[in-house]
């Protein structure tokens, strides 16, 4: 008889491990490796570790790092296994994080933050494809959101541990990043499967080197859009809060902690609407509702009314993956060609993701640090997003719901 504390999608109690490993690996490998960063780019600057040019662009690196990571993620798995490769890159998290404690340079930060990166894109290709195969088909939404949750404990774990350690000086927030991240790994380290279960064999499964379907392109382009509208709000708003409006650190942490929240609820959240209403609506949904947030995000000053813009903000970019991952199910049958759709997804998002960071830099030095162009051009990639879902009405809404990773 199931559990009744069962984590989402775990057949019994032995499927917990699993699902929170992806969770620990989630928190370590993109919660906390990208959105730590964020608290600290003001003190980092503050304290004269780097100038304000310099720390938003080491912020960019570790989306560079994401793209090489998505790229590699599969390869890398080939070679050492599924769970070796996890395993690995939640260590290489950690020392990148020991590493930072010590500003010996530019290069030196930007290689270490490059490599948190790495890790972090080959954690977001490998983690579902090895815990999803063990989960039951019409609950694997939310064991998604469940596994992704770990996006959004990291942005609220950013903003309510940071602060603390940060009272402790900027080393000793490294160092404390970094245990926090060794202790996670080590509490995942025997819960991966040691491979993906199969779930049959016949003309249902595609193989892996079959055509994807049309449909998936146009998913792919979407994602892309979606990840550039997410980095402006995702790397500048807690400096807008704090430098742009004035409103000082304590209410830019204030902002980033709500920020958080919403990123915890939006994992479940989302992952709930690819379940009920499917992931063609509730990816319209998402889209309509982000892009209006950051219409309001730049016209609105009070300190309260941004946190609770933050809210919705904050749910978005761990929000949008369980989501994105089932729609790749929805249009594409089979484990092995589902698993090559969702890299590729994760390459088109992570190159978009890198260029908006780079673009972002640019356009924010260029303007002279006008946070407000940077949300509406966020704004504006959200809504091209939405419009290539509205074309997608076309296309058909799956290609054969053959469903053993879906």
Not at 332 to 346: E, I, N
Request: include cysteine; charged fraction near 10%.
């Amino acid at each position: 008889m199931r559990s009744s504390n069962s984590l989402p999608g775990a057949r019994d109690n032995r499927l917990q491990w699993p699902v929170l490993a992806g969770l620990c690996a989630s928190l370590v490998g993109i919660g906390l490796a990208r959105f730590a960063y964020t608290p600290l780019i003001p003190e980092l600057i503050r304290a004269h570790w780097f100038s304000a040019n310099d720390a938003v662009g080491l912020g960019a690196a570790n989306l560079v790092g994401y793209l090489i990571g998505a790229l590699s993620g599969r390869p890398m798995a080939r070679r050492l296994t599924n769970r070796n490769a996890l395993r690995l890159m939640m260590l290489a998290v950690s020392l990148a994080f020991f590493a930072c404690a010590f500003p010996l340079s530019v290069g030196w930060y930007f290689g270490w933050r490059l490599l948190s990166g790495i890790a972090g894109g080959a954690i977001m290709v490998l983690v579902a494809a090895t815990v999803l195969p063990h989960v039951p088909a019409e609950r694997k939404g939310l064991a998604s959101g469940a596994i992704f949750l770990g996006i959004g404990l990291g942005i609220a774990g950013s903003g309510t541990i940071v602060p603390p350690l940060l009272g402790l000086g900027l080393q000793a927030t490294w160092l404390g990043l970094g245990a926090l991240s060794l202790l996670l790994t080590a509490l995942s380290w025997f819960g991966w499967p040691s491979e993906p279960s199969s779930c049959g064999t016949g003309s249902a499964e595609a193989s892996p080197a079959a055509p994807l379907p049309k449909g998936v392109y146009l998913l792919f382009a979407q994602y892309a859009f979606m990840a550039a509208g997410l980095v402006p709000a995702m790397v500048f708003l807690v400096d807008y809060v704090a430098r742009g409006l004035g409103a000082g650190a304590p209410a830019g942490a204030f902002v980033w902690i709500m920020y958080g929240l919403g990123a915890i609820l939006g994992p479940v959240s989302h992952g709930f609407l690819a379940d009920r209403l499917g992931a063609r609506t509730g990816i319209r949904l998402v889209l309509a509702v982000q892009a209006i947030t950051l219409g309001l995000l730049s016209v609105s000053h009070s300190v309260v009314a941004l946190a609770s813009l933050a809210v919705l903000l904050g749910s978005f970019p761990p929000g949008i993956v369980p989501l994105a991952l089932a729609r790749v199910h929805e249009l594409v049958p089979g484990h092995d060609l589902q698993q090559t759709a969702w890299s590729r997804a994760t390459v088109s998002f992570a190159t978009f993701q890198a260029l908006a960071g780079f673009a972002s830099s640019a356009l924010f030095n260029a303007s002279g640090g006008n946070h407000v162009l940077l949300f509406l051009t966020a704004g504006g990639a959200l809504a091209v997003a939405l419009l290539l879902e509205l074309a997608a009405r076309r296309l058909p809404s799956s290609i054969g719901r053959q469903r053993c990773l879906s």
